[in-house]
């Protein structure tokens, strides 16, 4: 590991093969918590290589546990985090509106670190179980359209940086991988990403392989679709820039989609949305993004998407997955 630090404290790169080993390793308790921090805040200030984060990709997948449910066209719904917005929990609200439009959802979430409240921890508030167990997972994609994969009882590699993440509270390198290392391998994936950079390394990588895949990034910052301006789009065939007028509404402030001081009005935020009751805005922020979902899966326009998902949501279908899923729970 010192070898490594030095190389990369004086800007040299590392290979695909340097990094994947480098996460085996801290997976195997190689490497002290000073060493491991270290390795994370080195790439808070410089830029990660295409190569090195395939490598660090590739590792979480080989050391995951995974969950075979290939029977399913499903998507997984995730933004990287890290963009320092604090909005509502916007993808999960996402995932559920999707699942009651009738796509099947696998929500690969965690823990928020830099944020206020995480996917998981909302979820977790609301009475979603956590579960690793292939039965109860297939049986909630079956029943409610949606299964939530809590990342930590997946990636048990990680239980060495979870502490270090958490002390450090801010994005690191696990945040542009976390949409990345879902167990489930859907065939589809939503992703919303915190800078054009990783919205570029994200389409090169996924652009090798057999993914179906739209990556987003709002111009002002947000990584999803903000409605607060343009949002830049990226699939395999094709880059586009989307703003609110594509669907039918119009710009919203960054005031409008906030999250809330804690993890108990985050949920108080999501529950209002899933029950009808949002304000325009946060309705069709949501939306939107459950739209994107929808027309990813579909091959449909987002403006189609948009319209379907505003239905799933606004006549309780959405509501009903999250009540399935939180009986099941039980």
């Known amino acids: 590991m010192k070898a490594l630090l030095n190389r990369l404290i004086n800007h040299e790169t590392i290979s695909k093969e340097e990094a994947r080993n480098v ?14 921090a270290s390795f994370l805040t080195v790439y808070m200030m410089r830029t990660i290589t295409v190569e090195e984060l395939e490598g660090f990709r590739d590792a979480l997948l080989e050391l995951c546990i995974p969950l075979d449910v290939s029977d399913y066209n499903t998507i997984d719904l995730c933004g990287t985090g890290g963009d320092g917005k604090n909005t509502f929990n916007i ?17 690969h979430g965690n823990y928020g670190v830099s944020s206020i409240s995480g996917s998981s921890n909302v979820m977790e508030y609301l009475g979603v179980k956590f579960s690793n167990e292939s039965d109860f997972l297939r049986r909630s994609l079956e029943e409610a359209g949606i ?8 990636h048990p590699a990680m239980k060495n940086v979870a502490p270090i993440r958490r002390e450090l509270g801010v994005k690191t390198f696990f945040n542009m991988l976390g949409p990345m290392v879902n167990p489930a391998f859907p065939k589809n994936q939503l992703v919303g990403v915190f800078s054009l950079e990783l919205a570029r390394l994200y389409g090169y990588l996924y652009q090798k392989s057999d993914k179906n895949f739209t990556i987003l990034h709002a111009l002002d910052g947000y990584d999803e679709i903000s409605l607060t301006g343009k949002t830049k789009m990226i699939s395999r065939n094709s880059e586009d820039m989307y703003s609110p007028e594509d669907f ?10 906030f999250g809330g001081d804690s993890i108990q009005q985050s949920a108080e935020i ?11 805005a946060q309705n069709n922020v949501v939306s939107a993004n459950a739209g994107m979902a929808i027309a990813t899966v579909k091959g449909w326009a987002p403006k189609e998407g ?12 959405a ?6 899923l939180i009986e099941l729970s039980k």
Request: net charge negative; proline share 1%.
């Open 23 to 36: 996460l085996v390793n801290i997976s195997k308790g190689a490497y002290n918590q000073s060493q491991i």
């Open 147 to 154: 299964c939530v994969l809590h990342a930590p009882l997946f």
């Open 248 to 257: 039918g509404v119009t710009t919203i402030s960054q005031e409008d989609i």
């Open 270 to 280: 999501f529950m209002n949305v899933i029950s009808g009751n949002g304000t325009d």
């Open 306 to 317: 948009f319209e379907l998902a505003k239905e799933s949501l606004l006549s309780g279908k």
């Open 91 to 107: 993808s999960t609200l996402a995932s559920f509106v999707a699942a009651g439009a009738g796509i099947h959802v696998t929500k």
């Open 319 to 324: 509501k009903d997955t999250l009540e399935k």
